[in-house]
């Protein structure tokens, strides 16, 4: 292969994969827009499948999950500012969190191994960095200890990934004014906080109706 076709064919097949999605593009589609032969297409993605898998192998992180696995790395605000900030950026801009070509993967990986390998390796490196962040939660003190830090990071990463599909799929998706309020109370859900006792009732001789 010469030199610079590569990263042309990537290019082409990026762009494709997320303007029209898998089911509509292929071989001879990315040989078009590049003006390449099909035959040297194939030897990048020989079908649909390899070429979604050595797009995304390339793909940078969206600038959400960018953000919070810098925050794992070098915590740079107080954690539950960092995940709000997070909640609110992906509800009005679903694809800062996932990039519509990876969820494309996401949805064939269990028919691909080799898909599925490069999709469970971006999924390990979004799972450890959210688990980092919830651990900064805990470390301030605001995690109940019956919560279990891998499941706090999959459910946010759940969270975060449904809501860029839905957004992806529906025609009147619009961010409901009240995400971002909703979240911080769902946040709050991991804290540490005893529910008061209610005291016994007072015995009583009479019967009374409640309407």
């Given amino acids: 292969?010469?030199?610079?076709?590569?990263?042309?064919?990537?290019?082409?097949?990026?762009?494709?994969?997320?303007?029209?999605?898998?089911?509509?593009?292929?071989?001879?589609?990315?040989?078009?827009?590049?003006?390449?032969?099909?035959?040297?297409?194939?030897?990048?993605?020989?079908?649909?499948?390899?070429?979604?898998?050595?797009?995304?192998?390339?793909?940078?992180?969206?600038?959400?999950?960018?953000?919070?696995?810098?925050?794992?790395?070098?915590?740079?605000?107080?954690?539950?500012?960092?995940?709000?900030?997070?909640?609110?950026?992906?509800?009005?801009?679903?694809?800062?969190?996932?990039?519509?070509?990876?969820i494309q993967a996401l949805a064939l990986a269990r028919y691909d191994p080799a898909l599925g390998a490069v999709v469970q390796h971006r999924l390990d490196q979004r799972r450890a960095a959210l688990t980092e962040v919830v651990r900064q939660l805990r470390g301030s003190g605001a995690v109940d200890d019956t919560i279990d830090d891998d499941a706090a990071a999959l459910h946010l990463l759940a969270v975060g990934l449904g809501l860029s599909v839905i957004a992806g799929a529906s025609t009147d998706w619009n961010a409901p004014s009240g995400w971002t309020g909703l979240s911080a109370r769902l946040l709050e859900s991991l804290a540490a906080v005893e529910l008061p006792t209610a005291a016994p009732a007072a015995a009583v001789s009479t019967w009374r109706a409640r309407v």
Avoid: C, H, N, Y
């Fill in 1 to 102: 292969m010469k030199r610079g076709q590569r990263e042309r064919i990537l290019a082409a097949a990026a762009e494709l994969l997320a303007e029209r999605g898998i089911a509509r593009i292929g071989r001879r589609e990315v040989a078009t827009a590049t003006d390449l032969p099909a035959r040297t297409v194939s030897e990048i993605g020989p079908t649909r499948s390899d070429l979604l898998r050595v797009v995304v192998e390339s793909l940078p992180f969206p600038p959400i999950s960018e953000a919070l696995q810098q925050q794992a790395q070098q915590p740079s605000v107080p954690a539950m500012q960092a995940l709000l900030t997070a909640a609110r950026e992906v509800l009005g801009s679903p694809a800062a969190a996932w990039d519509t070509r990876e």
